[in-house]
């Protein structure tokens, strides 16, 4: 099985910057997608981000595009998550999350992953 291990949360202030990392062992990664999800109090977790691995192709949540970047390092087993310009909305659990051979169409679909991280607390001052 996969084993997933975010890091990088924390405070900052409203227009600052965080870096989030994943750390992924247990298998070969080739032919996984990895995806970033998010889940504030009282509401459903959401997609932010993903990265096919073989081919480095990245797909965003549009309330993140030119804000957010994710990627990888195949050498180190990770996917990063570099969050710039940060809002108060974007306080929430931050998750990191894992499946082989997704589709396109599954890709930004919380219930179509099976492999999960503990999450990591991403909060932002106003």
């Known amino acids: 099985q996969v084993q997933l291990e975010e890091s990088g949360g924390g405070l900052v202030q409203a227009g600052g910057s965080l870096r989030l990392s994943c750390a992924a062992s247990?298998?070969?990664?080739?032919?996984?997608?990895m995806g970033w999800f998010r889940q504030a109090p009282g509401k459903e977790r959401e997609f932010v981000a993903a990265?096919?691995?073989?081919?480095?192709?990245?797909y965003y949540q549009d309330s993140v595009k030119g804000r957010f970047t994710i990627s990888r390092d195949n050498a180190e087993n990770t996917v990063s998550l570099e969050m710039n310009s940060l809002k108060p909305e974007d306080t929430a659990v931050y998750y990191c999350?894992?499946?082989?051979?997704?589709?396109?169409?599954?890709?930004?679909?919380?219930?179509?992953?099976?492999?999960w991280g503990q999450g990591t607390q991403v909060t932002v001052s106003s």
């Open positions: 990265i096919r691995w073989s081919t480095g192709t990245t």
């Open positions: 247990g298998r070969t990664f080739s032919s996984y997608v």
């Open positions: 999350a894992a499946r082989v051979g997704l589709p396109v169409i599954s890709i930004r679909r919380t219930n179509e992953y099976n492999y």
